[in-house]
């Protein structure tokens, strides 16, 4: 609904006067994430973020822009207010990539170079393509937890490591000169999955993850259920117990400063009218 509101507005503003043309720029600020790992929206521990956009103005109130983003995002529940989630004592982190397209509506008239019509807050939303890859600190390195399957998940049934999530935020555009502006924006990505984290359901039977897992099976069981490094006796992970909340998908944010630079307007040549003192 969020995109046909978008694609509405630019219709009906289609007829709007105002500059037409390419930016092309960067951006650099943080990434998060908010999810089972992070149930109460901790924004103590970001990780950086950047990339690279190429917007197109259609006219001073819509502009259509893709990118390429990056950023790294981390969590534990040893950060938590929440005793379960503390007891669960799961972690991760992992670098995440993605391609976005989005439609942009200005809510003021945008022009660049002008003296009135130089900034304006802007809302936006599209469609992200992002690759991810959960990893947790186990003995001093980092461990892959996709191949692990740590709720049960049987081989070659494991969540998939590229997938799409919807991209809505907003920002602010200003014009440092007709050439260059900088924006301000905060871009979020809702998931259409909840394993970003690699947590989103049950406990599993140790026993069938040990056996469906193979070499992998101790480690799988390990890191599946990592409250008895806190020295809980027993355990915490009982088969069928709730690991996440599987009804709440993940989400990561990238809050960042752009600059951007404009190509101009894109004109029509001019040619001599058959008229003398007329151009056409």
Not at 98 to 127: A, M, R
Not at 190 to 197: A, G, N, T
Not at 262 to 270: A, K, V
């Amino acid at each position: 609904m969020k995109n046909l509101f978008i694609i509405s507005l630019f219709l009906l503003s289609s007829q709007l006067s105002g500059q037409m043309g390419w930016e092309l720029g960067g951006w650099a600020g943080v990434s998060y994430y908010f999810g089972d790992l992070n149930s109460n929206f901790d924004l103590k521990d970001p990780g950086p973020g950047l990339g690279v956009v190429a917007r197109y103005n259609f006219n001073e109130r819509l502009c259509l822009k893709f990118s390429l983003n990056g950023g790294k995002v981390q969590a534990s529940d040893i950060n938590s207010t929440n005793t379960f989630e503390k007891k669960r004592n799961l972690s991760f982190q992992t670098l995440v990539g993605d391609i976005t397209t989005q439609f942009e509506f200005n809510f003021l008239p945008y022009v660049h170079g002008s003296k009135d019509e130089f900034f304006t807050p802007y809302l936006f939303s599209g469609l992200s393509v992002y690759n991810f890859n959960p990893k947790a600190e186990y003995n001093g390195e980092l461990v892959e937890l996709r191949p692990l399957g740590t709720e049960g998940q049987f081989k070659g049934e494991e969540y998939y490591a590229t997938q799409l999530a919807l991209a809505v935020g907003g920002g602010l555009k200003v014009d440092l000169s007709y050439r260059w502006s900088i924006n301000v924006e905060l871009s979020a990505r809702q998931l259409f999955s909840d394993y970003f984290d690699d947590v989103s359901g049950t406990y599993p039977d140790f026993d069938n993850l040990e056996a469906l897992r193979g070499d992998l099976g101790p480690l799988a069981v390990a890191l599946s259920d990592r409250s008895g490094e806190l020295g809980l006796d027993p355990p915490i992970g009982e088969e069928g117990r709730q690991r996440g909340n599987s009804k709440n998908n993940d989400r990561y944010v990238f809050l960042g400063v752009g600059l951007l630079y404009y190509f101009g307007d894109i004109r029509c040549p001019e040619f001599p009218d058959s008229t003398p003192g007329r151009r056409r």
